[in-house]
């Protein structure tokens, strides 16, 4: 299995701060997901890249896949409480039995107004 | 479209006493997982069935963990007997097909205690 380290690993910030969460492997992935977990639910799907050097934007949320497919980036600008939660990253590599995934440990963060 | 529905929500149980999970993917969700979630950490993939095979079960503890997906629909995972370790939330997704164009779409989990 290969491995995907989250960091930081926990976040607090002020409302109207900018924030950066890395996701970094030494392992190339075909594509990574960006997923939000919010408590009692299931994470649902932010983004995929799938290009290395790609970039993506969610309203105030950035998107960066490493030009060697190796790392990713997430940037929240002018955070807000509402964008409280756990982040996750998840990357998918290919085996000759299928597509396979990992997921990050994750980045817990708290928006504070 | 409905979600991928789980029960029970709720579990707690005593050490060495058997559980199951039962999930319902999305129709015509080929890929269905089950991930095991300890809190403050990301989803460890269990197992991984396209259709009613086995794809990956490379973390699952084959001892006392184990899952069948019917009729390649409903899917079962069952601990037995299990262990203070095993809490946690337990988590089912499925998505069209696997591989990172497509969207996984997760349940709301079972909350499961071992006391």
């Known amino acids: 299995t290969q491995l995907l380290e989250q960091s930081p690993q926990f976040l607090s910030i002020q409302e109207g701060e900018n924030l950066t969460v890395y996701c970094n492997s030494s392992?190339?992935?075909?594509?990574l997901q960006w997923y939000r977990q919010e408590p009692g639910e299931g994470p649902v799907l932010l983004v995929t890249?799938?290009?290395?050097?790609e970039v993506k934007k969610l309203k105030r949320l950035t998107f960066q896949f490493g030009d060697a497919r190796k790392d990713s980036s997430l940037h929240i600008t002018a955070a807000q409480p509402g964008d409280t939660g756990l982040y996750l990253c998840?990357?998918?590599?290919?085996?000759?039995?299928?597509?396979?995934?990992?997921f990050g440990e994750g980045t817990q963060l708290t928006v504070n107004p | 479209e409905a979600g991928v529905a789980q029960s029970p929500r709720y579990k707690i149980i005593e050490k060495r006493q058997s559980v199951a999970f039962w999930c319902n993917p999305i129709?015509?969700?080929?890929?269905l997982y089950w991930y095991q979630q300890i809190l403050g950490q990301g989803p460890k993939l269990l197992i991984q069935?396209?259709?009613?095979?086995?794809?990956?079960d490379s973390q699952l503890p084959k001892d006392r963990f184990s899952a069948e997906r019917l009729k390649g629909v409903d899917s079962t995972l069952k601990i037995q007997p299990a262990k203070l370790e095993d809490s946690a939330v337990y988590l089912c997704?499925?998505?069209?097909?696997?591989?990172?164009?497509?969207?996984?779409?997760f349940g709301p989990g079972t909350r499961l205690t071992v006391t």
């Open positions: 069935f396209q259709n009613n095979g086995v794809v990956d």
């Open positions: 890249v799938v290009t290395g050097g």
């Open positions: 997704a499925s998505s069209f097909t696997a591989g990172g164009y497509y969207e996984q779409y």
């Open positions: 392992s190339v992935f075909s594509s």
């Open positions: 129709s015509g969700h080929a890929t």
């Open positions: 998840a990357g998918w590599w290919v085996e000759t039995s299928g597509s396979r995934l990992t």
